[in-house]
């Protein structure tokens, strides 16, 4: 649904002569996402003694109990996956009411436990809902309940940042507005025949990271991402409109999350 003005600011630009190529869709913003990848100095780790590493895991369990999956669910909160592969070893997803909030519990666990948790890559985003189908408004329940969702309790969890292609014929952008919700709606007739197998947060990237979108998956089997998102990759709006960054994939960790890598 259009917020009011927006149809008339569109036609006033267009009447002005410097038509937008095509009419944007409106977004509704929710948590502030901060997708964090560290991997442990083990050398530095290992050289530690038992003390000092008892010392750094005390940090670690404060941090985790002040930022943690304790918190109150209007205030954010935090889950942290062991990733799969070499990319990385920890991914912390962090959701928060504000970015300042992000940028505290990511420098938190820094300022703990000696810095030996290295960050390897991040992905900064906002939880989006687009307005290609019909959705409440902004205070409908159900909205709130995605633009905020709680933390979903799934054991793996997929995450890859995209965009929508903008090259030669095949520019989302320069698509219509009726066009690109045409083509959203197969996009959902795809994602729904998994419906209760996987739980999707789509969040929105433009002016935040490099890619314009992050995809976080979360399933009880991980075979579900390689079918979903191997049968999207047919689905037009993927096959001709989407480029794809780096997977990352991990399974959920304890509250001790840093329990596989203590030496005790
Ligand atoms: O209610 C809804 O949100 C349903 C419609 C829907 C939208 C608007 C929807 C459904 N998605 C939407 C938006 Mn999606 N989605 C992806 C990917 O790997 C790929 O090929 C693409 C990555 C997957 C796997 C996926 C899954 N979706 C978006 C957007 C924003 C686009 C924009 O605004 O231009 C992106 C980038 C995106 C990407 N999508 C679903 C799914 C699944 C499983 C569903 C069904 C969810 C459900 O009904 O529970």
Redesign the pocket.
């Given at each position: 649904m259009a917020p009011p003005g927006r149809g008339d600011r569109h036609r006033k630009h267009v009447t002005g002569g410097e038509a937008l190529v095509s009419e944007p869709?409106d977004?509704l913003e929710g948590w502030y996402v901060l997708h964090d990848f560290r991997r442990l100095n083990w050398p530095a780790w290992q050289g530690l003694g038992s003390e000092a590493r008892a010392t750094a895991e005390a940090a670690w369990r404060q941090w985790w109990q002040q930022e943690g999956p304790q918190r109150s669910a209007e205030a954010g909160s935090s889950a942290a996956f062991a990733i799969v592969g070499h990319k990385a070893d920890v991914m912390f997803l962090h959701f928060r009411r504000r970015l300042d909030d992000l940028y505290e519990v990511e420098h938190g666990l820094d300022r703990v436990g000696r810095q030996l948790w290295e960050q390897v890559w991040s992905y900064l985003s906002v939880v989006?809902?687009?307005g290609?189908?019909a959705?409440g408004g902004a205070d409908h329940p159900e909205v709130q309940r995605?633009l905020f969702p709680a933390m979903p309790h799934h054991r793996y969890v997929c995450f890859?940042p995209?965009n929508?292609r903008r090259q030669g014929n095949d520019n989302?952008y320069r698509l219509s507005r009726e066009e690109?919700a045409q083509l959203?709606?197969g996009?959902?007739e795809?994602?729904?025949?998994?419906?209760g197998q996987?739980?999707?947060i789509?969040t929105?990237s433009q002016g935040l990271d490099d890619w314009?979108?992050g995809?976080t998956?979360f399933a009880d089997d991980p075979l579900v991402f390689k079918k979903?998102?191997y049968e999207?990759?047919f689905?037009e709006?993927?096959a001709r409109y989407?480029d794809?960054g780096p997977f990352w994939v991990g399974m959920r960790l304890d509250d001790e999350w840093w329990q596989p890598w203590s030496l005790r």
């Amino acid at each position: 649904m259009a917020p009011p003005g927006r149809g008339d600011r569109h036609r006033k630009h267009v009447t002005g002569g410097e038509a937008l190529v095509s009419e944007p869709v409106d977004t509704l913003e929710g948590w502030y996402v901060l997708h964090d990848f560290r991997r442990l100095n083990w050398p530095a780790w290992q050289g530690l003694g038992s003390e000092a590493r008892a010392t750094a895991e005390a940090a670690w369990r404060q941090w985790w109990q002040q930022e943690g999956p304790q918190r109150s669910a209007e205030a954010g909160s935090s889950a942290a996956f062991a990733i799969v592969g070499h990319k990385a070893d920890v991914m912390f997803l962090h959701f928060r009411r504000r970015l300042d909030d992000l940028y505290e519990v990511e420098h938190g666990l820094d300022r703990v436990g000696r810095q030996l948790w290295e960050q390897v890559w991040s992905y900064l985003s906002v939880v989006e809902l687009s307005g290609y189908l019909a959705r409440g408004g902004a205070d409908h329940p159900e909205v709130q309940r995605r633009l905020f969702p709680a933390m979903p309790h799934h054991r793996y969890v997929c995450f890859y940042p995209m965009n929508k292609r903008r090259q030669g014929n095949d520019n989302w952008y320069r698509l219509s507005r009726e066009e690109r919700a045409q083509l959203m709606r197969g996009h959902g007739e795809v994602g729904r025949r998994y419906a209760g197998q996987v739980l999707q947060i789509i969040t929105g990237s433009q002016g935040l990271d490099d890619w314009e979108w992050g995809v976080t998956l979360f399933a009880d089997d991980p075979l579900v991402f390689k079918k979903l998102v191997y049968e999207m990759r047919f689905d037009e709006t993927s096959a001709r409109y989407a480029d794809f960054g780096p997977f990352w994939v991990g399974m959920r960790l304890d509250d001790e999350w840093w329990q596989p890598w203590s030496l005790r």
